[in-house]
């Protein structure tokens, strides 16, 4: 059925989210977190970052993956940024964790007392969330489901991300809240 008959026949349509990501665990705690009312459709697409703000690395990617795709799509960016180090590594945190793991980003802490992080998401919708926790001094995973990124680093509340269930961590980390304001959007501007 066209978007035009289902209008027609006063039937409510699933938004489409075209969300860009190669992270097979990503897209899998994307679609737990908003597939109950906007359907994810995944492209992988190989895209160049740019230096600069989580804001501006995340927007160019949208414009890149919009122009490649020819239509509106769904790209998001974190940013770890550890308190002691004057927010490094922020927006750089894939290239950290790709050539230190989860063991080396908590050995970038061990001579600091402070172990607070803020982790930032954003989504090309530019809906941004702030999330302020701790660094585990160990990186701790119990392979409950295949970690994404610094899960098991990233602690709330005593336990890693990586050592809770997906449902727990889809009802509270970075990603949820900022998936959440936009399933909130998608509500505020269904036709």
């Known amino acids: ?31 737990g977190i908003l597939e109950s009312s906007i359907q994810v459709q995944s492209h992988e697409l190989d895209i160049e970052e740019i230096q600069g703000s989580i804001e501006e690395i995340a927007i160019a990617k949208c414009k890149k993956a919009a122009d490649l795709l020819n239509s509106p799509v769904l790209v998001e960016d974190t940013a770890l940024c550890f308190n002691a180090l004057n927010g490094l590594p922020g927006p750089y945190i894939k290239w950290f964790l790709r050539d230190l793991g989860n063991e080396g980003l908590s050995k970038l802490l061990a001579g600091f007392p402070d172990k607070s992080a803020e982790a930032y998401h954003l989504e090309a919708l530019k809906i941004s969330v702030g999330f302020n926790n701790n660094i585990a001094s160990l990186p701790r995973d119990i392979n409950v489901t295949p970690s994404t990124g610094w899960d098991p680093c990233f602690e709330h509340k005593g336990q890693t991300y990586a050592e809770m269930r997906p449902e727990e961590k889809n009802k509270i980390s970075h990603r949820a809240l900022a998936l959440g304001k936009l399933q909130e959007w998608f509500v505020e501007h269904q036709p």
């Not at 026949?9 to 665990?25: C, E, K, Q, R, W």
Request: glycine share 4%; aromatic share 4%; hydrophobic share 40%.
């Open 1 to 31: 059925m066209t978007s035009a008959e289902a209008k027609k026949a006063n039937i409510p349509l699933t938004p489409v989210v075209n969300f860009i990501t190669g992270n097979s665990n990503k897209l899998r705690e994307v679609r």
